[in-house]
């Protein structure tokens, strides 16, 4: 049977069929499409003919190539990725060996192209993007994952994976929009890009956000540089000191952080230079939002200052990770570390003796004048820094003496102060910041007497001649 001459050629890539055998099929669905047809390959010898079909398999085998199919010079069907449309073939020629063709000089040939329609025809929001989907998930305590995948094709100039990384339709973008939506801050913790086309036009990639653990609003502004992965606080309180004292609280803080590989690329020198700049400012101005109540925060009551004493950090370069343990110290206003209260009360009855002239050991006669009550207090104070000052009535905050009894509350009297004295001595502790921090204690020891104020007669006046 002669091949069957028509007005048609059939272009895959740098290869025209001409002599195609039947018909051919066609099918376009969605966003992919499949052709095949028959041919027939002629020679005049076996040997050329044995070229021209290792010809043939050559070319119709490749991948990516483009598509057209022209009838009585018409282009009927025409597929092409140039200018990077986004369009995957996969082509294939078979031999399917048929007797009535397959001669010394002709054969038989199959010739198949499945491929996928150029992304202009598929993209939905332009840039290449074509779909997604998204997945959210929580943890027992309720901390939140999201997960997209995405589809990205090349569109004009751009290739797949220039798409993908555009800063205002890229992946990130598109993800940063659905984020948006929901309350509370996250982080990218990992990227995927699992199959990329050689020829660049489709990327089929994931993006994984983890809800962050220091809000920004808490924690200053954050940087891509690092995320934060654990976060730990242990509180206790100085020794000798309770709750409720105006005393500073300790915290013993352990936590984790993982650097941008970009950014440090495992250097250590990279990575300090993170970890001092962004890491430790954005966890102090953390730690000032938990702690101080000046800056709004919701734990205990203070509002003085953090100080980092002891700062411990482990650079794991092969991780890129830095793991790190701080005692952190938060004061109040007057940055007291810890503050102790002694009184000693004393009574003391008033008592005058006068010995009696009767001969006899040990014998008085005696009266009173009344009771007086004197008290002894000393108030020890270590602080951060501060002064020389003597402030009579409330060192560092610290009113008159608390002493009361149920006798004195009956009495409309108060404490008066007789004496006080100071003693300041300057402590140097751990270093805080590459400088000595300056602590000091001071100590003051005062004396009080409880009166009653009393109305007096006015006194007598005299006048001349009186």
């Not at 509180?235 to 650097?259: C, H, M, P, Q, W």
Request: with cysteine.
């Amino acid at each position: 049977m002669a091949a069957v001459k028509r007005d048609i050629s059939i272009v895959y890539g740098a290869y025209t069929i001409s002599t195609m055998v039947g018909e051919y099929t066609y099918n376009l669905a969605g966003d992919t499409f499949s052709f095949s047809c028959d041919f027939l390959v002629q020679a005049d010898t076996p040997a050329l003919l044995k070229t021209a079909e290792d010809a043939a398999k050559a070319e119709l085998n490749e991948w990516n190539n483009s598509l057209t199919v022209t009838v009585g010079g018409a282009a009927r069907i025409s597929h092409s990725h140039s200018s990077n449309t986004g369009m995957l073939t996969r082509g294939s020629c078979t031999v399917p060996g048929r007797s009535e063709y397959d001669t010394q000089n002709s054969t038989l040939m199959t010739f198949a192209v499945r491929g996928i329609v150029p992304g202009t025809q598929a993209i939905t929001g332009g840039g290449g993007f074509r779909e997604y989907n998204v997945s959210l998930a929580y943890d027992t305590s309720r901390r939140r994952t999201l997960t997209f995948q995405m589809t990205y094709t090349a569109d004009g100039a751009n290739t797949a994976l220039v798409n993908w990384n555009a800063a205002s339709t890229g992946a990130k973008a598109r993800a940063a929009t659905y984020i948006t939506a929901l309350t509370g801050d996250f982080d990218l913790v990992s990227e995927s890009i699992p199959t990329e086309d050689q020829a660049k036009q489709i990327v089929n990639g994931s993006l994984t956000y983890r809800q962050r653990l220091i809000p920004e609003t808490e924690g200053g502004s954050t940087d891509d540089d690092f995320i934060i992965d654990d976060l730990k606080i242990s509180r206790r309180y100085a020794e000798g000191s309770y709750k409720e004292d105006n005393v500073a609280v300790y915290y013993d803080i352990t936590f984790s952080a993982s650097l941008d590989w970009e950014q440090t690329t495992n250097n250590y020198d990279d990575m300090y230079t993170v970890y001092e700049d962004q890491v430790k400012p954005f966890l102090k101005q953390h730690l000032k939002d938990v702690f101080l109540t000046d800056s709004g925060g919701n734990g205990p009551a203070h509002d003085g200052e953090v100080y980092i004493l002891n700062d411990a950090p482990t650079f794991n370069t092969a991780a890129n990770k830095i793991d790190a343990m701080w005692m952190v110290l938060a004061t109040h206003s007057y940055n007291i570390i810890s503050m102790s209260v002694r009184s000693n009360p004393q009574v003391g009855k008033g008592w005058s003796r006068r010995k009696l002239m009767d001969g006899k050991h040990h014998t008085y006669s005696r009266f009173t004048q009344g009771v007086s009550l004197k008290l002894s207090e000393t108030i020890t104070v270590e602080s951060i820094g501060g002064g020389w000052e003597l402030d009579q009535n409330k060192p560092y905050g610290y009113a008159s003496p608390k002493i009361q009894s149920e006798a004195l509350a009956q009495e409309a009297g108060d404490w008066v102060l007789d004496d006080m004295a100071l003693t300041h001595e300057a402590i140097r502790k751990a270093p805080f910041q590459g400088q000595p921090l300056e602590v000091y204690t001071r100590t003051w020891a005062t004396s009080w007497t409880w009166e009653v104020p009393v109305s007096l007669p006015p006194p007598p006046v005299f006048t001349e001649g009186g």
